[in-house]
């Protein structure tokens, strides 16, 4: 079962690389712009042919493709026949399309994954069962006190059915219910092995939200499903929200906290970046919680790639498109050739982060966030 999800993983990396590829390809070729090679995988040819000025390949490591347009090489030297066709001589917003066009078809893919998650396949909700008991809850800097749930005797296996009569159907409702009684006594209903019992809490005040002391039964869940109509509100708003955290996320990859947990300073938490290792994993532990979550991770992940890869900053995307930008505000033409000695040193940065994330994701991995 190991092989086979590590060959999935392979499969779906190929999957990502290949389709912005074809992003780019085909958008070169909507708008005019003579795209020289389009391969499937790398290394030597396996097969190729050769039609409408483009050389197509397939090519024996079949983990992606590339693609090779006219003109974006800063280096290259472009025959007066090919000129009016290249990336160069191109329209502004030519040049935009092609460079937006890779990051666009996995912004499209993410959403439909993001459709399917919420319909047909639906997503799996907690309900209210109790996992673990806490017996100390923080309340305060290094200040700990009793938990309600332990001194209430609540036991492993109960499920909470509601609060101050207030039905709860999962686990984010109660939550919701009980962050909004902080310091305050309340009445729980609780299912207990088919017996229905009731029990008065007064919860901690913990920052202004309510806590019981308890962790919930991940496995214990149940299926909602959207109809297609809401599904699609639903996806664009997932992707509005996944969009907003990415940003963030990226925006913090260079600050002094994320910095420090990179290179071991302070231990890594959940919330920190990870290398494409750690992304597999992750996505092997999403599959083996369930077609949902691995769908609803694989939309994050190729949302992710597509943000990424629109970086203002030269060898990326966002680079080539923020010096279409400059030049069209300020009628100037940039010679590429003198922006390469920056996408030599975004190169090299970007690497010691990938090769220090991968380090820590095979000797120090993050905890897998689809277990109690």
């Known amino acids: ?60 490591f079949l983990a992606g493709g590339s693609v090779k347009i006219l003109g974006m090489d800063p280096n290259e030297e472009i025959s007066e026949e090919d000129l009016p066709h290249s990336y160069t001589r191109a329209a502004y917003w030519k ?24 319909w047909p396949v639906g997503y799996q909700m907690p309900t209210g069962r109790i996992q673990e008991v806490l017996p100390t809850w923080e309340v305060s800097q290094g200040v700990k006190e009793p938990t309600p749930a332990a001194e209430a005797g609540l036991e492993k296996g109960d499920l909470i059915t509601s609060v101050d009569g207030v039905e709860v159907e999962n686990w984010y409702e109660l939550q919701e219910q009980l962050n909004s009684n902080p310091g305050k006594v309340v009445t729980l209903t609780i299912d207990r092995k088919g017996e229905t019992i009731t029990k008065r809490v007064k919860l901690l005040d913990v920052g202004g939200e309510g806590k019981l ?53 302070t231990p890594r938490t959940q919330e920190g970046p990870m290398s494409i290792v750690g992304g597999a994993r992750l996505a092997y532990q999403a599959a083996g919680a369930g077609s949902s979550v691995f769908i609803f991770v694989l939309a994050q992940l190729f949302l992710w790639l597509a943000l990424f890869n629109l970086i203002p900053l030269p060898p990326f995307d966002g680079g080539h498109l923020l010096v279409i930008v400059i030049e069209k505000v300020f009628h100037k033409e940039i010679d590429l050739r003198k922006l390469t000695p920056i996408a030599v040193v975004v190169l090299v940065v970007l690497t010691v982060l990938a090769l220090r994330l991968i380090f820590l994701d095979i000797f120090n991995p993050l905890k897998n966030p689809f277990i109690p």
């Not at 290949?18 to 070729?29: L, P, S, V």
Request: aromatic share 14%; proline share 1%; charged share 15%.
């Open 1 to 60: 079962m190991i092989v086979f999800w590590i060959f999935v993983i392979v499969l779906v990396i190929a999957f990502m690389i290949i389709t912005h590829e074809m992003g780019h390809f085909f958008a070169a070729k909507a708008v005019g712009i003579k795209a020289e090679t389009f391969s499937i995988g790398f290394g030597p040819e396996i097969v190729g042919w050769t039609r409408g000025g483009t050389r197509y390949a397939i090519k024996w």
């Open 95 to 118: 040049r935009a399309v092609v460079v937006l066009a890779g990051s666009f078809v996995h912004i499209v893919i993410a959403l439909i994954l993001l459709y399917i998650y919420f």
């Open 213 to 265: 002391g308890v962790e919930a039964d991940l496995k214990d869940t149940y299926t909602v499903r959207s109809n297609p109509l809401t599904a699609v509100g639903q996806a664009f708003k997932a992707l509005g929200l996944g969009t907003a955290a990415i940003v963030r996320g990226l925006g913090s990859l260079f600050s002094l906290k994320t910095l420090k947990m990179i290179f071991g300073v």
